[in-house]
C-alpha cells in the first residue's frame, strides 16, 4: 500500500498519559500535514512539517502538543499529559517536494483517539 | 468564528438525480477552494477544486460553482449514485498563506437507490 499509513487507527489512553501518533507520507513525498476533527466539526489544521523543518504550527495548542519529522522515519504528534478533550480523529496528509498545490494532499485513515 | 460554512448538515437525494451541495464562506482572502469526500473510516479524498479566477470547474458527474460576489460555491454531482453517498467536506486556502486549508463541518449525502 504505497498511500499515507497512519498508526495506530485507534488510541486509547487515560487522562494524564502520552499519546503518540505516527504517520508515514507516501512514497516520494517530504511534506506532512496533521489535522484534528473534533465530533461533528470538521478538519481542523495544527501543522505543517517538511524533513526536520516545522513550516508552520499556527494551529498546534500552545502546550502539550509537539510533532517532529524526523530525517528518517515516520511522523510524530506527541500529546502529553491528555485530557478529554484531546478525543478526536488525528489526520495525516502528504504532498510531493515539487508541488504544494493543495489538491495534491493525499490523507491517511486517521488515528481515533479516545481519552478515558 | 467558522470561516467556512456548510449550513445543511444532511441532504438526500435519488438515484439518477442532482445532487446541489452548498458552502459559504466569510474570508475574502481565499483564493482557492477545494471539495473532499470522505467515507466513514477512512481519510478525506480530493474530489475537485477549482480557483478564484474561474467560476465554474467541472470533472466528470463532478462541477463546482464559484461566486465570488455571494462568496458562495457550490458542487454538483449528475447523476448521483449511490456510491457517491459519503461526507463532503467544502475547504479553503489563503493566497500567501502555509498550506493549511480551513474546512467546513461537513455535510452527509445519501443517494437513495
Known amino acids: 500500500n504505497a498511500g499515507v499509513m497512519q498508526n495506530p487507527r485507534h488510541l486509547v489512553r487515560r487522562r494524564g498519559q502520552e499519546a503518540r501518533l505516527r504517520c508515514s507520507p507516501m512514497?516520494?513525498?517530504?511534506?506532512v500535514y496533521w489535522y484534528r476533527q473534533l465530533p461533528e466539526e470538521g478538519l481542523k489544521f495544527m501543522v505543517y512539517l517538511q524533513k526536520e523543518n516545522i513550516i508552520d504550527e499556527s494551529g498546534m495548542p500552545k502546550e502539550r502538543f509537539s510533532a517532529e519529522f524526523p530525517k528518517e522515519g515516520p511522523s510524530i504528534l506527541r500529546i502529553q499529559q491528555v485530557v478529554r478533550g484531546d478525543s478526536a480523529a488525528y489526520f495525516c496528509?502528504?504532498?510531493?517536494?515539487?508541488?504544494?498545490?493543495?489538491?495534491?494532499?493525499?490523507f491517511g485513515s486517521g488515528t481515533q483517539l479516545s481519552v478515558l | 468564528d467558522q470561516q467556512v460554512k456548510q449550513n445543511s448538515p444532511s441532504l438526500s437525494v435519488q438515484e439518477g438525480r442532482i445532487s446541489i451541495l452548498n458552502c459559504d464562506y466569510t474570508n475574502s482572502m481565499f483564493d482557492y477552494f477545494l471539495w473532499y469526500k470522505k467515507y466513514p473510516a477512512e481519510g478525506p479524498t480530493f474530489l475537485i477544486s477549482?480557483?478564484?479566477?474561474?467560476d465554474k470547474n467541472e470533472d466528470g458527474r463532478f462541477t463546482v460553482f464559484l461566486n465570488k460576489s455571494a462568496k458562495h460555491l457550490s458542487l454538483h454531482i449528475v447523476p448521483s449514485q449511490p456510491g457517491d453517498s459519503a461526507v463532503y467536506f467544502c475547504?479553503?486556502?489563503?493566497?500567501?498563506?502555509?498550506?493549511?486549508?480551513?474546512f467546513g463541518k461537513g455535510m452527509k449525502l445519501t443517494v437513495n437507490p
Open positions: 496528509a502528504s504532498s510531493p517536494p515539487q508541488g504544494t498545490a493543495n489538491e495534491k494532499l493525499f
Open positions: 477549482i480557483s478564484s479566477i474561474k
Open positions: 512514497k516520494g513525498h517530504s511534506h
Open positions: 475547504a479553503a486556502s489563503a493566497q500567501g498563506g502555509s498550506e493549511k486549508l480551513v
